[in-house]
């Protein structure tokens, strides 16, 4: 072998790992595509980061989630919504977490939903911080539940902070928690041959 | 399906398809960043409309007015009630009252600073949706894949970038496909909340499972035409500076020196009188 010649990259599961990113990315957006037309109450564009994370491991789902907002930035959200990326990346973390402590299994479906309570809960600060910075703490859900929520906790305490944080409150609790519902379900339904992640 | 789902590049011949990926992609971000420094309705305003000229010489005006008006019109028309009319102890800044009107039988105050406030944002928005819009639809996805490549970025995060324009079109597709499948299979589409989420599952496990089956096909193929070998990439479509470019460029650092001068001498809010700079929140 001469010396000029490099030795060939692993291959196989790592193509597949990558070619898994960008289409996480393409089913958070269909998501909220299909969430927009159904006239669904949540976001529910957060399921493909957890299933990726299950299915491939957690810099998969948090590539892949990441991503998406990077391409919601680039399209249709414009550039202040590339933050929530990092909301996706906190949902890859939690849910690798959960899946690690074993509550990520269909099998338990009251834990799946407790760590969709927790991831939602936690996230609802999270979205505030980046409405403040970001969109001047108005509302960032732009449907008659997101604003109805919104003009209530504003008229109730004249605060931007708080309606912000309760508006986020009040769809992010059951939205994560449908999230990562739908993420364990069809991870469930995912042939073992497919499963990337190191157990 | 709606049609805001349905974006994608648009081919064209126009001044602006002509300019170069990283041309639009600065102007984007010069427009963006600009305008969430300066606090100022005019200032917004006069980075929107050459915005807007710009999509409609482009011939992707349409598409980005219908994206703009779905996502900004119902925020800023929000904003004005809520701050402005609605709740005047909801925005703290609200003091100068512009109209006074009753509503059955109640005295209704419309506030300036409430109602200035939503627009600034809101038409922030606008200028940062129409800038990213007028990049991402008028940019050849092989001119973006050239840029890219030539900025040294490793080929494999390049393609993963690439791949989700790719990926989105035809999963939107096959989406609308199985949504045919399963009318015609008895599908019920004006239902209650719960079956709605029903039908999200009906077309979301067959639209996954028959992902994983192509992302399979895709590394096959990938990697059996070298997508691993640790070779030099060719690229379709060179992407080069021309003079428009230059010119775009060169009004651009003008403009951004003009701001900087208004910054130092004047302030954030240049052109509004009797309207002070409000932190996000007031």
């Known amino acids: ?199 | 399906m709606s049609t805001i789902i349905q974006i994608g590049y648009v081919p064209g011949d126009t001044f602006v398809h002509r300019l170069d990926p990283r041309t639009k992609f600065s102007l984007f971000l010069w427009s963006s960043i600009f305008n969430y420094v300066f606090y100022d309705l005019y200032i917004s305003l006069a980075s929107l409309i050459p915005l807007v000229l710009l999509s409609f010489i482009g011939k992707v005006g349409k598409q980005i007015f219908k994206i703009i008006a779905l996502v900004v019109i119902p925020l800023f028309a929000f904003t004005t009630l809520l701050l402005g009319m609605l709740i005047p102890y909801g925005f703290p800044q609200n003091k100068t009252s512009l109209l006074i009107f009753n509503v059955l039988g109640r005295e209704v105050v419309w506030y300036l600073e409430g109602t200035v406030y939503g627009a600034v944002w809101s038409l922030r928005l606008a200028i940062t949706m129409c800038g990213a819009l007028l990049f991402y639809l008028t940019s050849h996805p092989g001119r973006i894949t050239s840029v890219l490549l030539k900025s040294r970025i490793p080929y494999k995060y390049v393609y993963v970038l690439i791949a989700v324009f790719q990926f989105i079109p035809i999963m939107l597709s096959e989406v609308q496909t199985i949504y045919q499948a399963q009318l015609s299979r008895g599908l019920n589409v004006n239902v209650g909340l719960f079956k709605r989420l029903k039908n999200f599952f009906v077309l979301m496990i067959p639209l996954t499972l028959g992902s994983i089956n192509r992302i399979q096909l895709r590394s096959i193929a990938l990697e059996s035409r070298g997508f691993s070998a640790p070779v030099r990439k060719s690229i379709i479509l060179e992407s080069d500076l021309t003079k428009s470019d230059y010119l775009t460029m060169a009004t651009m650092a003008g403009l951004t020196a003009l701001f900087i001068y208004l910054i130092m001498t004047i302030g954030l809010v240049p052109f509004m009188k009797g309207i002070e700079y409000v932190h996000p929140g007031g």
């Open chain 1, 1 to 199: 072998m001469s010396k000029e010649s490099k030795p060939l990259p692993p291959s196989g599961a790592t193509i597949l790992m990558i070619v898994l990113i960008p289409a996480i990315a393409a089913l958070n957006y269909v998501t909220s595509a299909i969430v927009t037309i159904t006239k669904i109450p949540a976001f529910l564009d957060t399921w493909a980061t957890s299933f990726g994370t299950l299915v491939a491991g957690l810099y998969v789902g948090a590539a892949g989630g990441f991503l998406y907002n990077i391409v919601m930035a680039l399209t249709l959200w414009g550039l202040p919504s590339w933050p929530w990326g990092f909301i996706n990346v906190y949902i890859a973390v939690m849910t690798w977490f959960f899946d690690r402590i074993g509550w990520m299994d269909i099998k338990k479906p009251l834990k799946v939903i407790a760590g969709g309570l927790i991831i939602g809960f936690l996230n609802t600060f999270a979205c505030t911080l980046v409405s403040y910075v970001f969109f001047g703490l108005l509302p960032t859900w732009a449907n008659a539940y997101g604003m109805a929520t919104y003009s209530i906790a504003l008229g109730a305490t004249g605060n931007m902070f708080i309606a912000s944080w309760f508006s986020s409150l009040s769809v992010e609790l059951y939205d994560k928690t449908i999230a990562q519902f739908i993420a364990v379900l069809i991870a469930s339904a995912v042939p073992k041959r497919f499963i990337l992640k190191k157990s």
